[in-house]
């Protein structure tokens, strides 16, 4: 028991933080819960969702794609179809009936159930050994089914093909339907910052010299010697004051716009390349039957290998 807890351990620590997206790229939520078979494989994901987040939704695994790299879980159907799935609390067991609803609502084929099944948080039954019963699915992207002279599709488990068939496999035509997916680079852009421009003003102090004229009085005395009578000449003190005048240079500061810069972004066009790996499936068909009137050595060309039954029009069956 301690070694399957080390290995859930492990599984829960692979998942933490993976976040779910919807087939149309939509945000549903991140991994809350991983549950897993008897056999320790991973089989379900719980998704909390809603503003509370207070009951996980089950989403089955084989409905997910896994992107280690950018630890995301991508799942094949669109957000409301996993909105409005059934869901569990935290303290809830993972029933066979609740299971058989998860897999109903999203259109998956049921697991069967069985009265020794047990609840699913004790791994149904510690004490089986084995595979889970049950007829499974083809496998994703495929199904098994019959069609009928009217032409409509009936589809059914592998396990009822051929011999097993609940009627005879001859009265009806078998048919297969093998979905081929493939990864599309879908690309687009979103703005990011590349950096920043920064403006800045500075005073800077610089000396500078102006000549400026000026004019200024200068005083000079002269004597000049009179020789002259009866002038009125008088005799007494006096003092008068003459001004010198000059001119002065004067500096005055105001500020004077000299010069505008101006900072302009423009968008230009460009063309970056990205590189991305995707994924791409390939059908092949090996032929490997052997029928009365055909051996295993009969050698095929491709355009008989494809042809399919169908009816004439007597009704009977031609090849």
Do not use: W
């Not at 998704?47 to 094949?76: A, Q, W």
């Amino acid at each position: 028991m301690e070694q399957r807890d080390n290995r859930f351990m492990a599984i829960e620590d692979r998942y933490a933080d993976y976040t779910v997206y919807a087939r149309d790229g939509d945000k549903i939520g991140k991994v809350d819960d991983i549950l897993v078979d008897e056999t320790d494989q991973p089989e379900y994901i719980g998704v909390k969702m809603g503003f509370l987040g207070l009951s996980s939704t089950l989403i089955p695994l084989e409905l997910c794609r896994t992107d280690e790299r950018d630890r995301r879980i991508e799942v094949s159907m669109d957000k409301e179809t996993v909105k409005n799935g059934p869901t569990f609390d935290d303290d809830e067991e993972i029933t066979p009936e609740l299971e058989e609803r998860v897999r109903s609502h999203y259109g998956l084929q049921a697991t069967g159930t069985g009265a020794q099944r047990g609840a699913y948080g004790e791994y149904y039954d510690e004490t089986r050994t084995g595979d889970r019963t049950g007829v499974g699915t083809a496998g994703p992207g495929m199904t098994m089914g019959d069609r009928d002279r009217g032409g409509e599709f009936r589809e059914h488990a592998p396990g009822e093909e051929g011999v097993g068939e609940r009627e005879d496999d001859l009265n009806d035509t078998d048919e297969l339907r093998v979905q081929r997916s493939e990864e599309e680079l879908r690309t687009g852009t979103r703005e990011r910052e590349a950096g920043r421009l920064n403006v800045r003003k500075r005073v800077r102090t610089d000396r500078e010299q102006v000549r400026v004229p000026t004019r200024r009085e200068e005083v000079s005395v002269d004597r000049v010697p009179v020789d002259e009578e009866g002038m009125g000449a008088e005799i007494g003190e006096d003092e008068i004051s003459v001004p010198v005048v000059e001119e002065e240079a004067v500096v005055e500061k105001r500020p004077v716009v000299k010069e505008e810069v101006r900072v302009r972004k423009d968008v230009v066009e460009d063309e970056e390349v990205v590189e991305e790996d995707v994924r791409k499936e390939e059908v092949d068909v090996d032929d490997a039957t052997t029928t009365r009137g055909r051996g295993r050595d009969t050698d095929l060309d491709d355009k008989t290998r494809g042809r399919t039954d169908r009816d004439d029009e007597s009704g009977r069956r031609v090849r």
